[in-house]
T-cell receptor, first 111, second 117 residues
Framework: QKEVEQDPGPLSVPEGAIVSLNCTYS??????FMWYRQYSRKGPELLMY????GNKEDGRFTAQVDKSSKYISLFIRDSQPSDSATYLC???????????FGTGTSLTVIP | EADIYQTPRYLVIGTGKKITLECSQT?????MYWYQQDPGMELHLIHY???????EKGDLSSESTVSRIRTEHFPLTLESARPSHTSQYLC????????????????FGPGTRLTVL
């Protein structure tokens, strides 16, 4: 069983839509949760970082962690064509230790 | 923006050639990583280093080797390239977190797209 499961998509939405991206995981020891955005032919860049359970909001982006269900989500409000990218979730047990990544979800926002 | 660089960005090479993929970071990070990324697959850790003269193999079996002689430099070498090595190689780094400091998240380079014919 993979440590982290993520639906690869692809996901296609109209501009202005609310997007929900999700990951599930099997290791209950994960405490640090991240979302990365990767544009085509670029390396991943950090979008959101969350410790333990709860919500974190940054502009149009909200990261949600439910440790009881081993489920994390990234919500994008008022999606824009510039949000078109692959979104990867990542998690780790402790700070500075090995990261485990999902496969990434490909998102296209249509103008 | 992260200051982590990879060269070359693209490389097409014949089977049997020796190649070195370069990775440098100017952030003074202790920890550096090499990942392999294929379409639809999660990032696979192939090598990591927690400091100068420290290198370890990751989860994914790899025929590559790495060295860490300087903090800022973490090259990856394939002694004899094969078509199965065709992939995207991503280098990343992060600092060792102090208590209550920062996010310790990994910063990624732009990647090297390797094609072995």
């Amino acid at each position: 069983q993979k440590e982290v499961e993520q639906d690869p998509g692809p996901l296609s939405v109209p501009e202005g839509a609310i997007v929900s991206l999700n990951c599930t995981y099997s290791n209950s020891a994960f405490q640090y949760f991240m979302w990365y955005r990767q544009y085509s032919r670029k390396g991943p860049e950090l979008l959101m970082y969350t410790y333990s359970s709860g919500n974190k909001e940054d502009g149009r982006f909200t990261a949600q962690v439910d440790k009881s269900s081993k489920y994390i989500s990234l919500f994008i409000r008022d999606s824009q064509p510039s949000d078109s990218a692959t979104y990867l979730c990542a998690m780790s047990v402790s700070r500075g230790n090995q990261f485990y990544f999902g496969t990434g979800t490909s998102l296209t926002v249509i103008p | 923006e992260a200051d982590i660089y990879q060269t070359p960005r693209y490389l097409v090479i014949g089977t049997g050639k020796k190649i070195t993929l370069e990775c440098s970071q100017t952030m003074g990070h202790d920890k550096m990583y090499w990942y392999q990324q294929d379409p639809g697959m999660e990032l696979h850790l192939i090598h990591y280093s927690y400091g100068v003269n420290s290198t370890e193999k990751g989860d994914l079996s790899s025929e590559s080797t790495v060295s860490r002689i300087r903090t800022e430099h973490f090259p990856l070498t394939l002694e004899s390239a094969r078509p199965s090595h065709t992939s995207q190689y991503l280098c990343a780094s992060n600092d060792s977190p102090g208590a209550g400091q920062g996010t310790d998240t990994q910063y990624f380079g732009p990647g090297t797209r390797l094609t072995v014919l």
